[in-house]
């Protein structure tokens, strides 16, 4: 077991997503940077998929109440444990009683923790990703106690594991959306050129840029939408849907990023530039 002593400003428990029930109105949700989870889990002997502890911007303060072995990688800060500075990117063993204090993300907004054999919260649609009104909790609140599996086991044998995303990127690599051909020439030329910054309306729904393109008079049928589709209001304001965002939508959906791009947009905080590229 881990018991919360802190829980940091949002912190959820998070898979690679509940697939297969998007036609019944359900959001994928699952790890807003799936790369930087699954090297977590790839670094603890895990498959990719398990679930793992999603933070954003500031962590938690977590106890351990049993052996098991942890890994931190994304966006982390000052990580802590019992005191003592530890580095993302690398496994560790922990024990009973032994504290770990993930403080704030500063190169990159979300980290993620995982231990071996994965958190073994409740699963709700063949996933343990957290998502309000699906399951029990939205969020991490002090003094909770989340199951794991005690492991006295050794740390996993090195192998190769996949190199960290670097965050500070700023391209965005998307494919033409279903009505980008509808955008005039220079809505074009703006969406190719352009330098556009995160808005703080920003979240595991979606994220919204400050800068807009030309307004337009487009309308179509509500469609389907996925995670990283890039939608256009009437009014030129662009919204990129994330991991929890709704399965259809009526705005236009002018560019579809990229896995690796999602992952990286989840990482940008307020008022960060990024540019797309198709």
Not at 61 to 68: A, C, P, S, V
Not at 155 to 180: I, M
């Amino acid at each position: 077991m881990i018991k919360v002593l802190e829980p940091g400003l949002f912190s959820t428990i998070q898979d690679l997503g509940r697939k297969g029930y998007r036609d019944k109105g359900v959001p994928l949700s699952g790890a807003m940077d799936s790369h930087s989870a699954a090297l977590a889990n790839t670094l603890v002997g895990n498959p990719e998929g398990a679930a793992v502890m999603e933070t954003t911007m500031t962590g938690p303060k977590l106890q351990f109440d049993g052996e098991t072995v942890f890994a931190i990688t994304g966006g982390s800060g000052s990580l802590m444990l019992n005191g003592e500075e530890i580095q993302p990117v690398r496994a560790y063993k922990a024990k009973r009683g032994d504290i770990l204090d993930m403080g704030r993300s500063n190169n990159g907004l979300r980290a993620y923790l995982a231990v071996r054999k994965g958190f073994r919260t409740v699963e709700v649609l063949g996933s343990r990703s957290w998502y309000v009104p699906l399951t029990p909790s939205s969020h991490l609140k002090k003094g909770d106690i989340l199951p794991v599996e005690v492991y006295s086991g050794e740390l996993p044998k090195s192998r190769r594991v996949p190199k960290p995303v670097d965050f500070s990127k700023k391209r965005l690599k998307a494919c033409k959306g279903p009505e980008f051909t509808l955008l005039s020439t220079q809505q074009q030329r703006q969406l190719k050129t352009g330098i556009f910054t995160v808005a703080k309306e920003n979240n595991r729904m979606a994220c919204q840029l400050n800068e807009n393109l030309l307004p337009h008079e487009m309308s179509i049928l509500t469609s389907a939408t996925l995670p990283g589709t890039v939608q256009l209001t009437p009014a030129g304001k662009m919204i990129i849907l994330m991991r929890d965002a709704q399965t259809t939508g009526g705005y236009p959906r002018i560019l579809q990023l990229e896995e690796e791009a999602i992952c990286l947009l989840a990482q940008k905080h307020t008022g960060e530039e990024i540019m797309f590229s198709f």
